[in-house]
């Protein structure tokens, strides 16, 4: 008898909740790189635009955060639409040291394939990306009659979320102003593509300020814009061009474009989230996405467009600010993870270079130089860790062993550092500071598994999207298991998240 009342009242739950929206012709789905939730809240008397629009008509997701570690750029677009963890998909930061190669790697560096549409070089692709993503599996349930393009000014995020089957990705190249793509999707770049490079989208920029901030006349122009609002109106603007060029939403399937707005984190690394720029940066986010829902409504129809929104990763303060405000924080010494090993080591068993490789706050050692000492791995990563404990202000050390065994501590930053370690691609070493204490003489950055760098917005729009403040704890790797459910295709391969059906229905 229990039994069945416990069965019944699920099945009146399920039916209050509805059942999926109905199938978009348009999937739009947007990253505001380095964009923490109470951006949403703290300026949101400056929002009248697609934010406005998001916060009012959207489902809005208050408690949404990462659960892995590192929270960087090429991770959180990796999971936007793939719902893998790094220690699935491989994505374990923004770069790493290929033991293979013998060399420093990027997300998305991929030599097997050159530019298109700029100077010559080495292009980029999804290829290092273990699993697929929400818009493989729409190609693939359609027999490729959808069509898929990521946009943005990093490769890694117009290519990351995209996936492996995209039609293109495209980022603006800040050596020839123009936007570029590779060999990977096409050996030439369409025509309109094309067309849009001819106008120069960047230069009409030149010698214009931004709170004080002006831009130069040549030669360093394209990379002092992408650290303002005029960035993302590059970006916007290439992505109106595409919506239109590539008539996306308006072919008789369902499309999938991918648009990450880089210029936050730009704003954000130099100036820091309490600034003048970081609120400015926020409000121009509003009214651009005002104008670009705008262009999808004259195109497609907003009826027929499901939107989701997120953020790869908040922010730290700036140390110097903290300080002022009596909060704790600082800046940790130039290269003194890396000395501390290699003093330690050194000490222990003899002077040699044991370190191949170090990036900030993880390190490879040099396993070939253990082998031939005859000295036992995890012996040795457990005698630098004991010794980066005692460094002022590191929080945490985890060996490649302990994350491998699973012997992190069971709490929820020893999850988090699991999650985000992939055992071919991981680091022997990785350290993590106290809160607010960061690697890096000016600016600030992000990385670490506290709120500040984890807690992100997830607002989902769209026709059968129950508008409201929704605040149970998620993850954003629950974006892409409900889009897909959403559209009636299978799960990507590599998602750990749940189907966000308490939105559904209105």
């Not at 489902?59 to 990796?78: D, E, I, K, L, M």
């Not at 005692?390 to 945490?396: A, D, L």
């Not at 690697?439 to 950055?445: C, L, M, N, R, V």
């Not at 129950?466 to 959403?486: F, Q």
């Given at each position: 008898?229990?039994?069945?009342?416990?069965?019944?009242?699920?099945?009146?739950?399920?039916?209050?909740?509805?059942?999926?929206?109905?199938?978009?012709?348009?999937?739009?789905?947007?990253?505001?790189?380095?964009?923490?939730?109470?951006?949403?809240?703290?300026?949101?008397?400056?929002?009248?635009?697609?934010?406005?629009?998001?916060?009012?008509?959207?489902?809005?997701?208050?408690?949404?955060?990462?659960?892995?570690?590192?929270?960087?750029?090429?991770?959180?677009?990796?999971?936007?639409?793939?719902?893998?963890?790094?220690?699935?998909?491989?994505?374990?930061?923004?770069?790493?040291?290929?033991?293979?190669?013998?060399?420093?790697?990027?997300?998305?560096?991929?030599?097997?394939?050159?530019?298109?549409?700029?100077?010559?070089?080495?292009?980029?692709?999804?290829?290092?990306?273990?699993?697929?993503?929400?818009?493989?599996?729409?190609?693939?349930?359609?027999?490729?009659?959808?069509?898929?393009?990521?946009?943005?000014?990093?490769?890694?995020?117009?290519?990351?979320?995209?996936?492996?089957?995209?039609?293109?990705?495209?980022?603006?190249?800040?050596?020839?102003?123009?936007?570029?793509?590779?060999?990977?999707?096409?050996?030439?770049?369409?025509?309109?593509v094309k067309e849009a490079n001819a106008t120069r989208p960047a230069d009409r920029y030149a010698g214009q300020t931004w709170l004080g901030h002006q831009m130069p006349q040549a030669g360093q122009l394209y990379s002092a814009i992408e650290?303002?609002?005029?960035?993302?109106?590059?970006?916007?603007?290439?992505?109106?061009?595409?919506?239109?060029?590539?008539?996306?939403?308006?072919?008789?399937?369902?499309?999938?474009?991918?648009?990450?707005?880089?210029?936050?984190?730009?704003?954000?690394?130099?100036?820091?989230?309490?600034?003048?720029?970081?609120?400015?940066?926020?409000?121009?986010?509003?009214?651009?996405?005002?104008?670009?829902?705008?262009?999808?409504?004259?195109?497609?129809?907003?009826?027929?467009?499901?939107?989701?929104?997120?953020?790869?990763?908040g922010v730290a303060p700036v140390p110097e600010v903290n300080a002022a405000r009596h909060m704790p924080g600082g800046r940790m010494p130039d290269g003194v993870i890396a000395k501390t090993v290699q003093d330690t080591l050194s000490k222990?068993?003899?002077?040699?270079?044991?370190?191949?490789?170090?990036l900030e706050s993880v390190v490879y050692l040099n396993r070939e130089l253990i082998a031939v000492r005859k000295l036992d791995l995890a012996e040795v990563e457990r005698t630098a860790a004991e010794a980066l404990a005692g460094v002022p202000?590191?929080?945490?050390?985890?060996?490649?062993?302990?994350?491998?065994?699973?012997?992190?501590?069971?709490?929820?930053?020893?999850?988090?550092?699991?999650?985000?370690?992939?055992?071919?691609?991981?680091?022997?070493?990785?350290?993590?500071?106290?809160?607010?204490?960061?690697?890096?003489?000016?600016?600030?950055?992000?990385?670490?598994?506290?709120?500040?760098?984890?807690?992100?917005?997830?607002?989902?729009?769209?026709?059968?999207?129950?508008?409201?403040?929704?605040?149970?704890?998620?993850?954003?790797?629950?974006?892409?298991?409900?889009?897909?459910?959403?559209?009636?295709?299978?799960?990507?391969?590599?998602?750990?998240?749940?189907?966000?059906?308490?939105?559904?229905?209105?």
């Amino acid at each position: 008898m229990v039994m069945r009342k416990i069965l019944a009242l699920i099945l009146m739950a399920v039916s209050l909740l509805g059942a999926a929206p109905k199938k978009p012709k348009l999937v739009v789905a947007i990253v505001i790189d380095q964009f923490r939730y109470d951006y949403l809240t703290r300026y949101r008397s400056d929002y009248h635009g697609g934010f406005d629009l998001l916060l009012t008509k959207g489902a809005r997701f208050t408690n949404a955060r990462y659960q892995h570690f590192p929270t960087v750029t090429a991770v959180g677009h990796s999971i936007f639409l793939s719902g893998a963890m790094p220690a699935l998909s491989g994505i374990v930061a923004n770069t790493w040291y290929d033991r293979e190669a013998g060399m420093q790697v990027s997300s998305v560096s991929d030599p097997e394939t050159t530019l298109v549409g700029g100077l010559p070089g080495v292009g980029s692709s999804p290829r290092r990306m273990l699993v697929d993503t929400v818009g493989d599996e729409l190609k693939i349930a359609d027999d490729s009659q959808s069509r898929v393009i990521g946009i943005s000014l990093k490769d890694r995020a117009a290519i990351l979320p995209a996936g492996h089957m995209a039609n293109a990705a495209y980022w603006f190249d800040s050596k020839s102003g123009k936007f570029v793509s590779s060999t990977y999707y096409f050996a030439e770049a369409p025509a309109w593509v094309k067309e849009a490079n001819a106008t120069r989208p960047a230069d009409r920029y030149a010698g214009q300020t931004w709170l004080g901030h002006q831009m130069p006349q040549a030669g360093q122009l394209y990379s002092a814009i992408e650290a303002t609002p005029y960035g993302n109106e590059i970006v916007e603007d290439f992505a109106e061009r595409a919506l239109a060029a590539e008539q996306l939403g308006q072919r008789g399937v369902t499309d999938l474009l991918a648009v990450s707005f880089s210029s936050n984190d730009y704003v954000g690394h130099a100036y820091g989230p309490d600034s003048p720029e970081a609120r400015a940066i926020s409000a121009a986010t509003d009214e651009l996405l005002g104008k670009f829902f705008s262009a999808l409504d004259r195109a497609v129809g907003l009826d027929n467009v499901l939107v989701v929104l997120t953020a790869d990763h908040g922010v730290a303060p700036v140390p110097e600010v903290n300080a002022a405000r009596h909060m704790p924080g600082g800046r940790m010494p130039d290269g003194v993870i890396a000395k501390t090993v290699q003093d330690t080591l050194s000490k222990k068993y003899g002077k040699f270079d044991w370190i191949t490789a170090s990036l900030e706050s993880v390190v490879y050692l040099n396993r070939e130089l253990i082998a031939v000492r005859k000295l036992d791995l995890a012996e040795v990563e457990r005698t630098a860790a004991e010794a980066l404990a005692g460094v002022p202000h590191v929080f945490r050390v985890y060996t490649g062993a302990q994350l491998t065994g699973g012997q992190a501590m069971e709490d929820s930053v020893g999850r988090m550092a699991m999650n985000g370690y992939f055992p071919r691609r991981g680091a022997d070493l990785e350290v993590l500071t106290d809160p607010y204490w960061i690697f890096g003489s000016t600016g600030t950055t992000h990385g670490l598994p506290f709120g500040y760098d984890t807690h992100v917005p997830v607002i989902f729009l769209g026709s059968g999207i129950r508008p409201g403040e929704y605040d149970n704890n998620i993850t954003p790797n629950d974006i892409a298991p409900t889009l897909a459910t959403i559209l009636r295709v299978e799960t990507p391969s590599g998602s750990v998240g749940r189907v966000l059906v308490e939105m559904f229905g209105q």
